[in-house]
Structure formats: C-alpha cells, structure tokens
Nanobody
C-alpha cells in the first residue's frame, strides 16, 4: 500500500505563486517518474509536468517558463513551484508517481487525492 500526501494548494491572486508538494510513503521499492496533472471544471485531466529519476523534466506548454518541477529522492517527494499564476491555472492538481513495490515487479502509477488551486482576485 502506498499513500501520496499532497499539500500547498489554496487561494492566490493572479500573478502570485504557490508551491505544491507530494510525499510518497508506504511499501516502496523504487520510484521512477513523478509528476503533476490538473483538472479544471468541465475539462479533462491534463499533464502539467513530470520528472524522471535522473532529473529530466517535461512540461506542458501552459506551464513552460512559469512552473518548475523538482524532486527529493531521499524523501520520496515531488514539488511543483508555480509562479505568475493566472486564472486559467485554477484546477485540482493531482500528484502521480510511478512506483515499483518489489524487485522484479513492473512499475505502477499511483494517484494522489488532489489539491485545489484557485487563482482569483
């Protein structure tokens, strides 16, 4: 069993910043990719950014230049620093982690429960 605990969401004014965090705990052998997705009201869930175990990152066009994803492998934690936030960034942000439970098993994706980010004046 693996638990993803997210934090850092909330209400922020346009132009402001937030830092999301997601800690993975439980029965973890290894973690490969970690990432963030978001789902706005009435829209499908979409990739925000991801990062592999070596630190290579990938961003959706909407967040390039404004978002920075990072990870602390010792703490099984992934972060998303969001700057210059816009109203259209309002969404539930979900953490996603690719976890291997034991040697020899294939990796499986695990979702967090989501944290709400609201950008409004």
């Amino acid at each position: 069993q693996v638990l993803l605990e997210e934090g850092g969401g909330g209400l922020v004014q346009p132009g402001g910043s937030l830092r999301l965090s997601c800690v993975a705990s439980g029965s973890i052998f290894s973690i490969s990719r970690m990432g963030w997705y978001r789902q706005a009201p009435g829209k499908e869930r979409e990739l925000v950014a991801n990062i592999n175990e070596g630190g290579s990152t990938n961003y959706a066009d909407s967040g390039k230049g404004r978002y920075t994803i990072s990870r602390d492998n010792d703490k099984n934690t992934v972060y998303l620093q969001m700057n210059s936030l816009k109203a259209e960034d309002t969404a539930i942000y979900y953490c996603w982690v690719e976890i291997k439970y034991a040697a020899g098993l294939r990796s499986l994706g695990v979702w967090g429960q989501g944290t709400m980010v609201t950008v409004a004046s």
